[in-house]
């Protein structure tokens, strides 16, 4: 069995970072090995969360691996704390690559042109230096620009200046580069992503879902790497987490009962369990 390792926050109640990587991954056959950075009450869209930061541990549970031998097939990371964390990261990085591993960055910390809460924008330039170590990062558009240190060029941004960005994020030393949540026309929705080596551009949209919804860049990524386990292609697996992604937006979008604060990403696992073949 493939074995991912995911790094990134226990947020109690919310549906994003780890309740959202552990269940999509583990459905798709894939074991799970974590490193939490904190422990939330609820993701930082809630006023008056808490924040246990579990920095202290992170250095010891990679020792602790390293003396066990343990190797993982990929590596997964999200949501971190502090600037403190994304270099603890980049040692996990150093420590676990090898030749057939993918390590996979979603730089979780912006939407809509804002960081989250507790964020500055130089911890996106720290980041950005993170990213560089990955082989594949998976910004959306306004974390593409902070960590660029561009203005924001806003969620309607054209597939010219979607491109701009793509080719500066390629400098930052990633081997595929995606951004996620882009405008490919009307009604539609979805990335677009730069692979360094080939100079190629490519795209896929799906259906765009008038609504926001957090926890889904967490539900992108997490298929994404679960796709990526079950040996599909870097953008075969990209389709197979817009669609995953689209389907939860769509089911939430029309249950008169969801949650306001997270995708029903859980009523879906059947749809991407087959588009996988299990
Ligand atoms: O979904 C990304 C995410 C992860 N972790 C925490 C968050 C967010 C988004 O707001 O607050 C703690």
């Known amino acids: 069995m493939k074995r991912v390792l995911t790094i990134q926050d226990i947020s109690c109640l919310g549906k994003c970072s780890l309740t959202v990587a552990l269940p999509i991954i583990s459905a798709m056959g894939a074991e799970t090995a974590i490193v939490p950075t904190a422990v939330l009450s609820t993701h930082t869209m809630f006023s008056n969360f808490t924040f246990r930061d579990l920095t202290e541990d992170m250095e010891g549970i990679k020792n602790h691996w390293v003396k066990e031998g343990f190797a993982f097939d990929a590596i997964y990371t999200g949501y971190l704390g502090s600037k403190e964390q994304v ?16 390590i996979v960055a ?19 330039l720290e980041m950005a230096k993170l990213c560089g170590e990955a082989d594949i990062i998976l910004p959306n558009i306004s974390e593409a620009c902070f960590m660029l240190n561009k203005e924001y060029v806003g969620e309607d941004a ?121």
């Open 158 to 278: 054209d597939m010219d200046q979607i491109k701009a960005l793509l080719l500066e994020l390629g400098t930052l030393g990633a081997k595929t580069v995606v951004i996620t949540g882009v405008k490919l026309g009307d009604n539609r929705f979805g990335f677009m992503g730069y692979d360094v080596k080939s100079k190629n551009f490519f795209c896929y949209d799906t259906e765009e879902i008038p609504m926001k919804s957090h926890g889904t860049g967490d539900v992108f990524a997490s298929t994404f790497t679960g796709a990526l386990m079950n040996d599909f292609s870097v953008y075969d697996s990209l389709k197979i987490a817009a669609d995953y992604t689209c389907a939860c937006i769509r089911n939430t979008y029309n249950d008169p009962d969801a949650v306001d604060y997270a995708v029903n990403f859980e009523v879906e696992i059947p749809y991407l369990l087959k588009m996988i073949g299990k």
């Open 87 to 102: 270099q603890i990261v980049s040692d996990y990085f150093h420590t676990f690559r090898n030749e057939h591993n993918y």
């Open 106 to 124: 979603d730089p979780a910390m912006a939407d809509n042109g804002k960081m989250y809460a507790g964020f500055s924008p130089d911890f996106a």
